[in-house]
């Protein structure tokens, strides 16, 4: 059943209608083969947006649906309950409850019967049919078997034919499965919205400049190449081009996954989405549509997406297996009593149909989705949201996890590492001092990581930014610039320091601190290395998994990140869009992989990945392309969800134990194989037994737990 649910599911998450089970929620069929991804085109224009929007709105209607469909039935369900005499007789023989009983009370029974069957049950008796289409039985299948035939069989006592009515068996059969199932979907990732997250990158208008200089606010999509476009400070540049006039800094992370904010002059090219430093810059659009870089992002997620294994789910085979052997029980049943034992055919059929009904047990309908209900609600504690089932299952096996650097094993800002102190007319401490006082009046990152640093700062005034270049200000007096090596090089500056070439050879972003005329000392800074990560690697490790790194950083900074922390392999330089066909190399090394990462720029590496796992405060792409989250943004959870993993499927395998192992007895029993001993079990000691294995799966399921 669970895989029914994870295939639906992948249905939605990847809008494959054709290559999706559809078999779990039948009665939207025919609205899902209308839904795909489109021209991509509309990402550019917007189109995504709504449609995704209303592809999570139709999601959500079949949670509510068969939510519906679970009340509604088990409201009719308590008269049928009263008004069944099986049910009547144990009241009475258990309770000493007396159920009064009235005339005609047999054809109100099979009236509410009748709803439940067909309103109830009509989820699974399409459900068989789609699942006959693709010649795959399944959980719809074998439900559909089971209350067709209680409900058949029963109409025909109801109207002469000799024997007893199950009703009771079928109204309750179809509350469970519908519980089950809405419990499951409930616990399941929604649609995706990796499309919309993603046109939400760019801003729904952009500053158009004509020919004659005049500045006009236009929609997104009436953008074409060649236009000019103005984009002030702080905002997201509306589409990918190249500068045309003025300079700036540029904060690429969540495309590209470059730590540090990129020095955009004249000539320069700049991403759709990236967000404008502390220049205005005007840019001349060279890509717009599929051409973009964020169109090609999105096709590189749905290729990955649609490329999943479609694993079969335990419930499902068990479900298949149980198909068979109930049809196959229940015919030669009918065919050993009424051919050669010579009994009457009511009696024959009696035994055929307790066969078949009680061969599709309740439990199994509760065995799947209670685990994962609890393991969600475990994992959701610790911090670990599950949004696709058969990818977390799948953890059990991980040997491999490859780690974005920023902002996943990083914390994505600027931190200083190192002070470099030219002379001793300063402290390292006041150079810092005055180095902060400075850029307290910059939102730039790397301003932002100085400033960070120290308790307190002095006055400033005329403060001044030199844009792609530093700031510049008068404290205590004195001018002090904080400035970039090009600014130093511009001015004929010249700085030989061993101390500082080993820090730039490290990858390390360094400034230079000029008080009055004279070059005092120099700033190391560096993306800072979560605390978490070195032990979250060697946990890892000693789990017998490898560990790696991509990004998009240089390679001295790759190389620094991965010694610090013990990494086993690290990929530099990595273009985002080569990092879903390394990730694909990787597999092909025989690897079960994992990506963990927080970037737009990792949306098809996680989407490619066996199992996508996104940093929770990073961008809502990654986090919607992930199977699972963390929340916390604690990379040392990879570990618990491998534990997690497994110890849902043991669960899971102990509970179909529980669900099914009765029926190598009860079968037997129910064809009426010891009947010549005096032994014959009636569908009330059926009921007892599937009573008993529902408790225990539910009981076992509640013991799961998470270390």
Known sequence: MENDKMQMHEHMHHNDAEQKSVEEHPLHIEEHEHIGYGDQNHLSEHGSKNMHTGHTDHHEMMVQDFRKRFFVSAILTIPVLLLSPIIQEFLFAVFGIIVPSFKGDIYILFLLSTAIFLYGGWPFLVGIKQEMVLRAPGMMTLIAVAITVAYVYSSLVVFGLMGMVLFWELA???????????????????????LEELARLLPSDAHRVDDQGNVSDVPLEKIVAGDKLLVRPGEKIPADGTVVEGDTSVNEAMLTGESKPVVKVKGDE?????INGE??????????????????????????????????????????????????????????????????????????VTVMVITCPHALGLAIPLVVAISSSLAARKGLLIRDRVAFENARNLNAIIFDKTGTLTEGKFGITDII??????????????????????EHPIARGIVSSVDDVYKVDDFLSIPGKGAQGIVKGQEVKVVSPGYLKQQLFSIENETVEKLVSQGKTVVFVIVGTEVRGAIALADI????????????????IKCMMLTGDNEQVAKWVADEIGLDEYFAEVLPLEKAAKVKAIQSRGFVVAMTGDGVNDAPALAQADIGIAIGAGTDIAVETADIILVKSNPKDVASIVGLSRATYRKMLQNLFWATGYNIVAIPLAA??????????????????MSLSTIIVAINAKLLSID
């Open 172 to 194: 309750t059969l179809i509350d469970v499965m519908l519980l089950g199932h809405w419990l499951e979907m409930r616990s399941v990732m929604r649609a995706s919205r990796a």
């Open 672 to 689: 009426g194989i010891l009947y010549k001993q005096g032994i014959l079990l009636s569908p009330a000691v059926g009921a007892v037994l």
């Open 270 to 274: 700049v991403i759709g989405g990236s």
């Open 279 to 352: 220049g205005a810059i005007k840019i001349e659009v060279k890509k717009t549509g599929t051409e973009s870089f964020l169109s090609q992002v999105v096709e590189l997620v749905r290729v990955a997406q649609e490329s999943k294994s479609h694993t079969q789910d335990l419930a499902d085979r068990a479900a298949k297996w149980l198909t068979i052997i109930s049809l196959t029980g229940g015919a030669i049943t009918l065919l050993v009593w009424s051919q050669l034992m010579n009994m009457d055919f009511a009696f024959s059929l009696e035994r055929a």
């Open 421 to 442: 102190n030219f002379d001793n007319t300063m402290s390292e401490k006041e150079l810092l001092r005055y180095a902060a006082s400075v850029e307290a009046n910059s």
């Open 529 to 544: 290395i979560r605390p978490e990560s070195k032990g979250t690697i060697g946990t890892l490790k000693e789990m017998g």
